[in-house]
């Protein structure tokens, strides 16, 4: 198999985005995640009928939230941010509380409700919504309730599993527990791809053995937010690809089109591109923020599609 044909893209969309069909229908994209983490299973079953109404030619990955801290209310408050979260959590206080993937910090003052109400006592700059994910990086946090899946997601996986899917991500995977349940929830015949975005998930990497119906994926989105020294990436991202030489690198990919106001990709985007390649990976994901948009969506496949085209198959300059 020619190099080119083994690295390839994949999006994150969603059915309602205006150029979901067009991308749907594209032959060059190998995958297709839908990302339900700000979507409730009444939304969900107007997305379900969107697809069954118009099908999909690439692969649909439905993903589920697994362990990933998130929040489910915003509790109003003149003075501090108040929030209740999906996972009970304890931890030593005050600590660092992060938002927005790592770029807007706050401080988490008091834990009530039994972990499961959170009060800031520094605000972040932005205002927080109900499905927005954070991260705790001190080494005293602890998860105070063994609960992998919540009503509500295991609500949103009994809907994706009634429509017929078959392929699944799991997201902050940790060890086997996450997808064995899953695979007891769903039954046989199904593929998972297992997001690794945590220490721990790093360490599972390290016994992981790939098996028939598991890929491993390197979540740069939230991975790189959850490292303690950001150059620790690096090594991240050839640990997953040694435990798993079939494993999808995701996130953070591209991001020039994005952040740019003329929406083309810089030096770092080729160079990143190449050194992924040439690390061992044979897939990347564009991240959620980039895919909203489909002008910056169809110039990233474009991207990323000539680097394929001329230096994955080595095409000579001149």
């Given at each position: 198999m020619d190099?080119s044909?083994?690295?390839n ?6 059915p309602?985005?205006?150029?979901f ?8 994209m190998?995958g297709?995640?839908l ?5 409730s299973?009444?939304?969900?079953k107007?997305?379900i009928s ?5 099908p ?13 801290l998130r929040?489910?209310e915003?509790?109003?408050?003149p003075?501090y941010?108040?929030?209740?979260i999906?996972?009970p959590i304890g931890?030593e206080?005050p600590t660092?509380?992060i ?9 988490l003052?008091s ?6 109400l959170?009060r800031?006592?520094a605000n972040?700059?932005?205002n927080v ?8 990086r001190?080494?005293s946090?602890r ?5 992998i899946?919540t009503p ?6 009994e809907?994706?599993?009634?429509y017929g899917?078959k392929?699944w991500f799991?997201?902050?995977v940790e ?5 064995n ?12 791809i297992l997001k690794?975005?945590s220490?721990p998930?790093?360490k599972?990497?390290?016994t992981?053995?790939?098996t028939?119906d598991?890929?491993?994926?390197a979540?740069?989105?939230d991975?790189?937010?959850?490292l ?6 690096l090594?991240?991202l050839?640990l ?10 995701g996130s953070?990919?591209?991001l020039?089109?994005?952040e740019?106001a ?7 985007d080729?160079?990143?591109l190449?050194w992924l ?7 990347v994901m564009?991240?959620?923020?980039l895919?909203l948009n489909?002008?910056e969506?169809?110039i990233a496949r474009n991207v ?8 994955v198959s080595?095409l000579?300059l001149?």
């Amino acid at each position: 198999m020619d190099d080119s044909e083994i690295f390839n893209l994949w999006v994150t969309l969603w059915p309602s985005f205006g150029h979901f069909d067009q991308f749907s229908q594209f032959e060059d994209m190998e995958g297709i995640r839908l990302n339900s983490a700000m979507t409730s299973p009444e939304q969900l079953k107007k997305e379900i009928s969107i697809l069954n109404a118009r099908p999909s030619k690439v692969p649909l990955w439905f993903d589920v939230k697994a362990r990933q801290l998130r929040v489910v209310e915003t509790i109003p408050d003149p003075n501090y941010l108040i929030i209740r979260i999906n996972h009970p959590i304890g931890v030593e206080l005050p600590t660092n509380i992060i938002f927005k993937g790592g770029e807007d910090p706050a401080i988490l003052g008091s834990i009530e409700e039994d972990g499961y109400l959170l009060r800031m006592a520094a605000n972040p700059r932005y205002n927080v919504k109900a499905g927005e994910s954070f991260h705790i990086r001190h080494p005293s946090l602890r998860r105070l309730k063994k609960e992998i899946y919540t009503p509500i997601e295991l609500e949103k996986i009994e809907l994706f599993k009634a429509y017929g899917c078959k392929r699944w991500f799991i997201s902050y995977v940790e060890d086997w527990e996450e997808v064995n349940q899953l695979r007891d929830i769903v039954g046989p015949g199904h593929e998972f791809i297992l997001k690794i975005e945590s220490i721990p998930g790093l360490k599972f990497t390290r016994t992981y053995k790939p098996t028939e119906d598991t890929v491993l994926c390197a979540a740069c989105g939230d991975l790189y937010v959850e490292l303690s020294r950001p150059s620790d990436i690096l090594r991240a991202l050839r640990l997953i690809i040694k435990a798993d030489p079939e494993a999808l690198a995701g996130s953070r990919i591209l991001l020039s089109v994005h952040e740019t106001a003329n929406k083309q990709p810089s030096f770092a985007d080729f160079t990143q591109l190449d050194w992924l390649k040439e690390a061992g990976y044979k897939r990347v994901m564009l991240c959620d923020s980039l895919c909203l948009n489909r002008e910056e969506l169809l110039i990233a496949r474009n991207v990323f599609n000539e680097y394929k085209q001329k230096y994955v198959s080595k095409l000579h300059l001149i």
